[in-house]
């Protein structure tokens, strides 16, 4: 187990997301890259999302960037409630920097069995801190 967002933790996802191989995404996944900006009390973690998982670090070929706290990137994390990320963006808990229609494009996009499976795999080995 390691706690999210920690480096030890993205090197478990980075090895998982090795090992599950293709994950056959649909193309508004596959083709996403969003920058994040997580705040926490402690520090600010930056990631980026490409090819279906979370990494560490920016990713200058983003052209979006998501800004939000580490509790509501957990509850996503955790949850992937639609609703609840919607409410988050319409009342502010999540500000957008650079261009919006990644994010309009992924509304529709439905993870692929391969995700969800590995998805699944990264839930299990988190400890939410």
Known sequence: MAVFLTDAWFEQV???G???GELNLPPA????????KVSDAEQNIEAHFADGLLHRG???AATTTLLLD????QSIIT?????????????GKIRVEGDMSQLMAVQTARPSSEQKELFNK???MTTMA
């Open 122 to 124: 990264i839930k299990t």
């Open 18 to 20: 090795a090992e599950a």
């Open 70 to 73: 580490r509790s509501l990137l």
């Open 14 to 16: 980075e090895q998982l």
């Open 79 to 91: 949850d992937f409630d639609m609703n609840e990320i919607m409410g988050a963006f319409m009342s």
């Open 58 to 60: 920016l990713n200058d």
């Open 29 to 36: 996944l596959a083709n996403m890259i969003i920058n994040l």
